[in-house]
């Protein structure tokens, strides 16, 4: 069994409103708040992309490296780990905004001693990735990225949160805490086997 996990907004916090708006401030810049539950920094602030990357080359990416991990994340993974399943972090994190994605989110995953048997970073297309690489489950905070997966015959999990709630009906599986993550997953599971014993 293979479960590929996100970690932005799915195994931690990100409080986009915070950082953000603490540079905005301290650079006196004419943005506004958007959407404070937006899950993209380029959706939070009414700026433009060239600016948001310019607030994460300028310390912006604290946002990511410091978030918290969400409760019961670190939890559940050890126990999905210890098993026997396979736990592979799949982010969308890219190079442009964090140099090396994978040194930087190994480095938060081994700080919070989150248990994983694989890292794959700068996927654009989870659903695909998960596709290819015999993943069974994908647990993620994005709508397309656990659409792509169903279209791709891959199980997904979406981490509902205030900016998906009211879309969550478009993903099959769902939790809004990793208590409910995990209970999908385990019906994933148990549906999966049936199948694979009948």
Request: some cysteine.
């Amino acid at each position: 069994m293979k479960i590929a996990v996100d970690i932005d907004d799915t195994l931690n916090t990100v409080d986009r409103v915070r950082y953000a708006g603490e540079y905005i401030r301290r650079k006196n810049l004419p943005f506004r708040l958007k959407d404070e539950n937006a899950h993209a920094f380029a959706e939070v602030y009414d700026w433009a992309a060239e600016d948001v990357l310019e607030f994460i080359h300028d310390g912006g990416i604290t946002a990511f490296t410091d978030a918290p991990a969400r409760k019961g994340a670190k939890e559940i993974l050890t126990r999905w780990h210890e098993a026997g399943i396979e736990v592979i972090i799949v982010t969308s994190r890219m190079a442009s905004w964090f140099g090396n994605p994978e040194k930087v989110s190994r480095d938060w995953l081994e700080k919070r001693h989150i248990p994983y048997d694989a890292l794959a970073a700068d996927i654009a297309d989870k659903g695909a990735y998960c596709a290819a690489h015999g993943i069974d489950i994908l647990v993620d905070d994005s709508l397309e990225q656990c659409r792509s997966a169903q279209e791709k015959g891959v199980n997904a999990v979406l981490a509902v949160s205030r900016a998906t709630l009211e879309r969550a009906h478009e993903v099959r599986y769902g939790g809004a805490n990793w208590k409910q993550i995990d209970a999908a997953v385990a019906h994933i599971v148990g549906l999966l086997l049936r199948r694979q014993q009948a």
